[in-house]
């Protein structure tokens, strides 16, 4: 029997990605966090696409999808971002790549190209995928789809927590600027806007403990 694919969509640091690796876990599903796969496209273009001003050439970009090979490797049960043969794990959590991913997701280009990979691994079911537009445009016959929020003020404390515990210098009053800006571009953008789908389960997280969440997912998915 083809086991079940899952789809959590939701505001920036609503937990979305450590939620779903956990409830993956217990499930015996495999997660792919697609968020990590438009950072990974941003970290390209920074490092290989920018023109004389320092920014952003998109036509550089848009021609070197042949050169861009993503790739998530198993180390454990973690799944590790490469970047052509090179681990970015913790490259695309970075400031720099945080302040230019939403620009670059906006682009239909950059959708188009990675669409394709999300929905061939999850051909075979047995998945579990987390970003914006999984239950409204990657997996919209997904068997649940879930959307995740919280209040501002929490998301803020969580990012700016993990930002710490990475190693990455912060500070709150950014931090919150930079989600502000993120979600308002993944909102309004044109292509495959951040919102909810019609027959989504909102989890609104912001008094629950990761636990509590996770429980909250769980007891709405019966078999798998
Ligand atoms: O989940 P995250 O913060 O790592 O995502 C980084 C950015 O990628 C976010 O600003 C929006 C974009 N994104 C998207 O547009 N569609 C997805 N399915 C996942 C992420």
């Not at 914006?132 to 003020?153: H, W």
Request: proline share 1%.
């Amino acid at each position: 029997m083809k086991k079940s694919v899952i789809a959590i969509d939701g505001y920036s640091s609503t937990g979305k990605s450590s939620i779903s690796k956990i409830i993956a876990e217990k499930l015996g599903l495999v997660h792919l966090d697609t968020g990590a796969l438009y950072r990974g496209v941003t970290w390209f273009a920074l490092m290989n696409c920018l023109d004389e001003e320092g920014k952003i050439d998109l036509n550089k970009l848009f021609s070197s999808f042949s050169r861009i090979d993503l790739e998530f490797r198993n180390n454990q049960g973690e799944l590790i971002l490469f970047l052509n043969q090179d681990d970015i794990s913790k490259s695309i959590r970075t400031n720099e790549v945080s302040e230019n991913v939403s620009f670059i997701a906006k682009q239909k280009e950059v959708r188009d190209f990675l669409l394709r990979y999300q929905r061939s691994l999850a051909d075979n079911g047995g998945i579990i995928m987390d970003g914006r537009d999984i239950g409204t445009v990657v997996l919209p016959g997904a068997d649940y789809k879930f959307f995740m929020t919280a209040s501002i003020e929490e998301r803020t404390k969580r990012r700016y927590q993990e930002l710490i515990s990475l190693g990455i210098e912060a500070d709150e009053k950014q931090v919150m600027e930079n989600l502000m800006i993120r979600d308002k571009i993944d909102s309004e953008r044109e292509i495959a806007p951040l919102k909810q789908a019609d027959d989504a389960i909102v989890i609104d997280n912001t008094n629950l403990t990761k636990r509590e969440t996770i429980d909250e997912i769980l007891s709405y998915i019966s078999k798998i």
